[in-house]
């Protein structure tokens, strides 16, 4: 199903790009901004997108062994909850770091979504 | 950035909070995989599965001490932590076939990108300019 790692293709673009822009601003030593913290609600927002498809596409599709199930879940629980750590960490570290704290969190979703897709693909019935 | 009356900040501000954040990604992931596989595939090769949920164990601590500013408590995990993956990266290149599985620690880590090898590191240099 081409479509599904497709989506987490542009999940891990974005959130490769989002944490791009947290990393410049850290480089200029400014702290996360209004505008970084929308781009992360667009990036859970697009995450949790990509946990519903893929949850409902391994309803749907069957086929896997449980063991690849529990591990995809995992995988999507994790891109679930690393934008709000992320936020929770730089939250009142209102410095250069916070935007450096948010550029990992970024880093991770990508990191995330690229190894979700890669079980995906192998673990297809 | 106004510092507070105790001159220095705290152990888990600035640099800090990014270390804390990847240690806290680091215990998750590790931790996870290693439950994953210990649940599913024990027999395979149960010495890097129970290496990982070490590892995992170490940066959980290292996370939790930074977090609670316990400096003592994080560089003895940061200090385990580093000998940990530099014995366990140069034992997995010089006989592979004791590592069936790849461990986070494995080959420095190269599975992580070297996070791994570079993290304690620059932990130890983080904490050491702390009282």
Redesign the interface.
Known sequence: MPVIVALTLAVLALALAWALWCAVSAARGQAPTVRHRYGLLVLEALALVQALVLGIGLVVQGGRSGGAVVEIVGYLIATLVVLPIGAALAHGERTRYGSIVLAVAGVTLAVLSLRTGQVWSVTRA | ?PEGAQGERSIN???G??L???Y??FA??AG?RAA?QIA??FSVAPEAFLLSAFAAAVYLVAAVALARRARGVALVAVVIELVGVLAIGTISLLRPADFPEPTVWSEFGIGYGFVPVVLPVLGLLWLRGKS
């Open positions: 950035m501000a600035g640099p909070r990014v804390l954040v990847v806290i990604v998750i992931s996870a994953f599913t595939q």
